[in-house]
């Protein structure tokens, strides 16, 4: 329910209403080590000279494959000032190329170049905070529109989406995230290289080109997502309450201040730094042959230029030593959440945090929908879980629940502090230990059973532990949580001084749906 | 320079020079599409009416199922709006006549398996989702909750507090008001396909009209049957059909007579102060798949207002910055009318503008019909994709069962593709004429009208539209000044 990701559009009926999908548990009854090694047979993985890793998975169901791109980068990168950038570029990537979208782009190119130095002067004299000219502040936007204008002439709109589409490209889209920036459709499988040229061409040779056009659709984005949804501003919120120093406390959507100030030259200074070879996984799954793909791969994503990879982040969330709160009072029905700091996924307790998830959330046995919905009767939902907003660094465990009429979120609070108390002072149950185990297993590999959910498990497994076979070894890890394991770590995350609470509190409209056409 | 380090820059120029030896896009050559047929499941009808699906798919060790019954909640009385929902859920939460759906819970959940139900407004649904090996206890469990269902009291008022609770928090979201009054305004306010559930109705649901329910619609000649997995199909129809064999027919599913009440077109505002972004819909009634125009329509859709490639994308996103999301088409559901529709999001401060510019569009389909080159974009898209209609067996059992549920004929994904493929310029340029009428629109706005570029009602007559909620502290008079009310 928490807009973790911002993507690209919406979907292709952008106003199909969303429907609850039934995701289906998946399980195996073979051994792990099996798994991998079935999985092993399958899966071909090469890094290129460049630094760029393929992956390719051969899963012959159907005359079609997947595949999924990721940029070990993201809002956690934006620069200062620069809040949206990696999320902005992302959106660029569908712009085009410098053979794809114009007409002419030798003089293009001359055309955004002109636009960057009007845009530059402009941005320049607008941002003065001393000896400020209006009249040349709008002087020097007339000559940047008029710039955008002359580059205008050159494109051919959304060419680059048109090919995709043209060749059968399905479920078209990109997403960014504070961790990372992923990029998939599926295709046919007999335009394996056509998706190649495009793939390899958009990261090759991106061009700026309708920046400042895009920049407004984003703007739409955060109005839709964070401004004018009570839960996205109370997320915006709780997260630059949670985080002081590090980067999670910014959205990935970024602020409206920056949006409406950086520029073309900014986004493509983002793309040098962070879209080289060895920041970036390509894996497809489908029905092809690796010793047929892989050549195929190499020859055209080998043209992308080495660079050094990025610098590791080190700027640290100092311990936190007391209880922070973030209050909104909205219009809108009430909603509890809270957070709890946790080491990033690389911790060896990653996998006690997946069995609490699990205990407390999952499906009807768990315990907060026992105890919160089922037996109080206080809340229409509740959960707690980790991975908030992100895994790669330190982030949050948290919890949330949704009261029904007539009960508060102090309420919830007390409920949901009761559950974490009995987590800290009583073993789970043999029973319970168990369930959440098998359960764990199913959840792992949930998604398996599609070429785009295994090319995005297979990548993100890729860029976060250099390995694929991890996705399989997690399940080793939680395996072997012990009941002492929860309490321990329960203890450790879940004090008052390491807590964020952020919640929405009802106030009355003022004049109900009074104002109207007379306005 | 040494020789070595030239030699290796020589190397590296030819490698450089290797790899950028690929062609151009026109130039890449695309080998045909192997042949493709995916297998079609066996289709068994028992004497007793019921139809089931089987389809063998053994990549997991995993069996999925669903019976869909026929009757939802387009057949609910109006002061029970709400009941088909309340039962969907309490048919499995409030357990069997053996078991308590806790202990349901307790032994699916033990096993990470499903059994589900639900309801929608032309049928109820009852899934299942296992383990190969859990397979037989847990259709035990799925013919239990089938046939004998307890509906218990708890249960029943646990999801009455759960269906409150989405009434009270309907208005949160701009998107599920547009999405409600979007349907009233295509289907009229009493139509069962538009009405909401409110307090009131919510509260006369009682457990004799969910057990009355069950009785009336689960009889197994208006069940249809799926399952799909790692079974055989000899055995498992032997398995089904010793279980479902006995159970004697009963009444057919009554389809109820629905009313369609477009309302006047003109312009209708929902006033909501928290946003800083208007939802605009563009609503009139829409047609069915069995239309003879049905093709036309999609080819238009997709040309005109849906994916990258299409107009009102290009025009209002890429071209203008208006909006994130933009789009929509001309509505065709499988038996009753769809609800044409297109919208776009954008600032308060261009809400106007944007009506306009929709406007423009629409109007600029008259003297710029689709051209030849959008027909032959948007043909190769829907042709060209095609396979992903069919590219995993539960893919091909769902349409396959959608089909039996709709009286379609089998193979009518078949039909459709060949009547894509015949679409011409002038069946698409038919479709603005015939379907897509400016003046019969009812155009929806909420937003914040304080905010608004120029009033809506300086395009014409506007209607409010009041989303207070019946039964709300709201509803009930002015809210109480200085009741917990934070400073502003």
């Known amino acids: ?519 | 320079m040494t020789f070595c380090s030239k030699i290796l820059a020589a190397l590296l120029l030819l490698a450089t020079a290797m790899f950028a030896q690929v062609p151009d896009l026109e130039n890449i050559k695309i080998p045909p599409l192997p042949d493709f047929h995916p297998v079609q499941p066996k289709r068994i009808q028992l004497s007793n009416g019921m139809v089931i699906f089987l389809q063998e798919d053994h990549e997991l060790p995993l069996i999925d199922g669903v019976a869909r019954i026929r009757g939802g909640s387009r057949a609910e009385p109006a002061q029970k709006t709400g009941l088909v929902s309340i039962y969907g859920e309490v048919w499995r939460t409030g357990g069997t006549t053996k078991r308590t759906g806790d202990q349901l819970d307790d032994l699916l959940e033990a096993h990470a398996a499903k059994v589900e139900t639900s309801g929608g407004a032309d049928s109820t649904s009852i899934s299942l989702s296992c383990l190969k090996q859990d397979f037989v206890d847990v259709f035990t469990a799925f013919v239990e909750v089938m046939r004998q269902p307890a509906f218990r009291e708890d249960k029943i008022e646990l999801a009455k507090f759960q269906e409150n609770t989405a009434i009270s928090r309907r208005n949160d979201d701009i998107n599920q008001i547009a999405g409600r009054e979007a349907a009233k305004l295509a289907y009229g306010p009493q139509n069962p396909y538009a009405r909401t559930a409110e307090y009131t109705t919510v509260a006369a649901i009682t457990r004799d009209d969910l057990v009355r329910w069950h009785q009336t619609y689960v009889h197994p000649n208006n069940i249809i049957l799926g399952l799909v997995g790692d079974f055989d199909t000899a055995q498992m129809e032997a398995r089904l059909r010793q279980t479902f064999d006995p159970w004697p027919a009963g009444p057919p599913a009554k389809e109820p007579v629905l009313e369609f009440h477009k309302a006047k077109p003109g312009y209708y505002l929902v006033a909501k102060e928290d946003v800083n972004q208007s939802l605009i819909r563009m609503i009139d009634l829409g047609t069915t798949r069995r239309n003879p125009d049905y093709h036309a329509i999609d080819v238009f859709n997709e040309a005109f207002a849906s994916g990258f490639s299409s107009r009102l994308f290009k025009e209002l996103r890429t071209r203008q910055g208006l909006a994130y999301s933009v789009g929509g088409g001309v509505g065709a559901a499988y038996d009753h009318p769809g609800i044409t529709d297109f919208g776009i999001g954008t600032k308060s401060q261009t809400t106007i503008a944007s009506i306009q510019a929709m406007y423009r569009e629409i109007d600029d389909l008259q003297p710029h019909p689709v051209t030849t080159e959008e027909l032959k974009r948007a043909k190769d898209y829907i042709l060209n994709s095609f396979v992903f209609n069919y590219d995993s067996p539960s893919k091909v059992l769902r349409e396959r069962m959608a089909y039996e549920f709709y009286h379609y004929p089998p193979d009518f994904l078949e039909r459709f593709r060949v009547g894509i493929e015949k679409v011409k310029s002038e069946d698409v340029m038919r479709v603005p004429q015939k379907y897509i009428h400016k003046d019969q629109f009812s155009v929806l706005v909420v937003g914040n009208t304080q905010e608004f570029d120029r009033p809506l009602s300086s395009l014409g007559p506007v209607t409010n539209i009041d989303i207070t909620i019946p039964g709300s502290p709201e509803a009930s008079g002015p809210a109480k000044p200085g009741a917990a009310a934070p400073p502003q």
């Open chain 1, 1 to 519: 329910m928490f807009p973790f990701r911002q993507q690209l559009f919406g979907g292709r009926m952008t106003f199909r209403i969303a429907r609850l999908i039934v995701v289906l548990v998946i399980f195996t009854q073979f051994g792990w080590s099996q798994d991998i090694a079935s999985f092993e047979k399958r899966i071909t993985v090469k890094q290129l000279p460049n630094g760029l890793t393929l992956l390719v998975m051969e899963r012959p169901e159907a005359p079609v494959f997947a595949f999924n791109t990721i940029v070990d980068s993201g809002s956690v990168q934006d620069p200062n000032g620069e809040t949206g950038i990696a999320h902005m570029f992302e959106h660029m990537a569908f712009k085009g190329t410098d053979k794809i979208g114009t007409t002419n782009y030798a003089a293009e190119k001359v055309a955004l170049e002109k636009v960057e130095k009007a845009y530059a002067a402009y941005r320049q004299e607008k941002y003065k905070m001393v000896g400020r000219d209006p009249q040349k502040v709008a002087a020097l936007e007339k000559a940047w529109r008029d710039a955008i204008a002359e580059a205008d002439k050159y494109v051919i709109k959304n060419q680059f989406g048109q090919l995709v589409e043209a060749n059968g490209g399905e479920d078209l889209n990109a997403s960014t995230s504070w961790d990372e920036t992923e990029y998939h459709y599926s295709m046919p499988a007999n335009r394996v290289e056509v998706w190649a040229y495009l793939e390899s061409e958009r990261f090759l040779h991106p061009v700026m080109r309708e920046f400042y056009k895009e920049r407004d659709v984003v703007m739409e984005e955060r109005r839709m997502r964070t401004d004018s949804q009570p839960i996205g501003r109370l997320i915006e919120k709780f997260l630059t309450t949670a985080f002081e120093t590090f980067s999670y406390h910014r959205p990935t959507v970024g602020w409206m201040s920056d949006l409406q100030y950086f520029s073309a030259s900014d986004a493509k200074q983002f793309f040098d730094t962070y879209y080289v070879p060895a920041n970036m996984v390509v894996a497809v799954v489908g029905e092809v042959k690796a010793a047929e793909v892989m050549p195929i791969m190499e020859k055209y994503f080998g043209r992308l230029p080495a660079r050094p990879k990025p610098e590791p982040i080190h700027t640290e969330e100092p311990p936190q030593n007391s209880q922070r709160e973030a209050v909104l009072h909205e219009i809108a029905q009430p909603f509890y959440l809270e957070g709890y700091h946790r080491p990033d996924y690389r911790d060896p307790d990653d996998a006690v945090y997946d069995v609490m998830t699990d205990l407390m959330s999952d499906g009807r046995t768990s315990r907060l929908f026992r105890t919160l919905v089922r037996d109080k009767k206080i809340a229409a939902d509740a959960a707690g879980f980790s991975g908030f907003p992100g895994t790669k660094y330190p982030h949050l465990f948290a919890f949330y629940a949704v009261p029904i009429p007539g009960h508060s979120t102090e309420e919830l609070r007390q409920a949901i502090h009761a559950e974490i108390e009995r987590l800290k002072t009583t073993d789970v149950t043999d029973e319970e230990m168990k369930m959440v185990k098998t359960r764990l297993r199913a959840n792992l590999i949930r998604g398996l059973d599609d070429n785009a959910g295994l090319a995005s498990q297979l990548a993100t497994h890729q860029v976060r532990f250099g390995d694929w076979r991890e996705l399989f070894r997690e399940i080793d890890r939680v395996e072997k949580v012990s009941k002492a394991d929860v309490r321990r770590v329960a203890n450790k995350t879940f004090t008052p001084e390491n807590r964020t609470v952020g919640v929405i509190e009802n106030r009355p409209s003022p004049a109900p749906a009074k104002a109207g056409g007379a306005q």
